[in-house]
T-cell receptor, first 115, second 111 residues
Framework: DSGVTQTPKHLITATGQRVTLRCSPRSGDLSVYWYQQSLDQGLQFLIQYYNGEERAKGNILERFSAQQFPDLHSELNLSSLELGDSALYFC??????????????FGSGTQLSVL | DAKTTQPNSMESNEEEPVHLPCNHSTISGTDYIHWYRQLPSQGPEYVIHGLTSNVNNRMASLAIAEDRKSSTLILHRATLRDAAVYYCILRDVRGAQKLVFGQGTRLTINP
């Protein structure tokens, strides 16, 4: 158990809908990262937050947004869903930001299926 | 981010050592070498990391070439539980702290 909690584990929805994925980082971790894993693209970095502030952005679509709340949990919002958004979405956390030797701890993911 | 090259797949037998290679010829002096693995139906998990010297922990050993252009993850005695995709990642102290995953090496362990 990594200590990172993601909910829900599975989500089935229809095209055009909007969903929210939730992540609770490990106790004490200030950084949260979101990744998308699809069969053809592998693990793609989406976005990173540190203590409520956005720190890095990857290949995140404009239809997607995220935020980190004062209690440090994070939510990834996906809107106007398309079939191609079906993927595993992982959240990871780390203690801080700025140390290249620090480890990331990943949750078990949310499997999103868009029908 | 500097790139890494790994074989797509490797196969080994249970209780034998496994050497997983990674080439990173464009590595910079500030890049740390990280290894993560992803077991089936799970999120990635940290395995080991290093900068210049060889490193050992309870999971594995990391051997880093003297010129740092390649490294090898060593599993001393593979078990069936070690079957996973192994990712070799370079992390730059100057850049953002995200991990950029490549395609990794899918390791199969035969009983």
């Amino acid at each position: 158990d990594s200590g990172v909690t993601q909910t829900p584990k599975h989500l089935i929805t229809a095209t055009g809908q909007r969903v929210t994925l939730r992540c609770s980082p490990r106790s004490g971790d200030l950084s949260v990262y979101w990744y998308q894993q699809s069969l053809d693209q592998g693990l793609q970095f989406l976005i990173q937050y540190y203590n409520g502030e956005e720190r890095a952005k990857g290949n995140i679509l404009e239809r997607f947004s995220a935020q980190q709340f004062p209690d440090l949990h994070s939510e990834l919002n996906l809107s106007s869903l398309e079939l191609g958004d079906s993927a595993l979405y992982f959240c990871a956390s780390s203690v801080a930001v700025g140390a290249t030797n620090e480890k990331l701890f990943f949750g078990s993911g949310t499997q999103l299926s868009v029908l | 981010d500097a790139k890494t090259t790994q074989p797509n797949s490797m196969e080994s037998n249970e209780e034998e050592p496994v050497h997983l290679p990674c080439n990173h010829s464009t590595i910079s002096g500030t890049d740390y070498i990280h290894w993560y693995r992803q077991l089936p139906s799970q999120g990635p998990e940290y395995v080991i990391h290093g900068l210049t010297s060889n490193v050992n922990n309870r999971m594995a050993s990391l051997a880093i070439a003297e010129d740092r252009k390649s490294s090898t993850l060593i599993l001393h005695r593979a078990t069936l539980r070690d079957a996973a995709v192994y990712y070799c990642i370079l992390r730059d102290v100057r850049g953002a702290q995200k991990l950029v995953f490549g395609q990794g090496t899918r390791l199969t362990i035969n009983p």
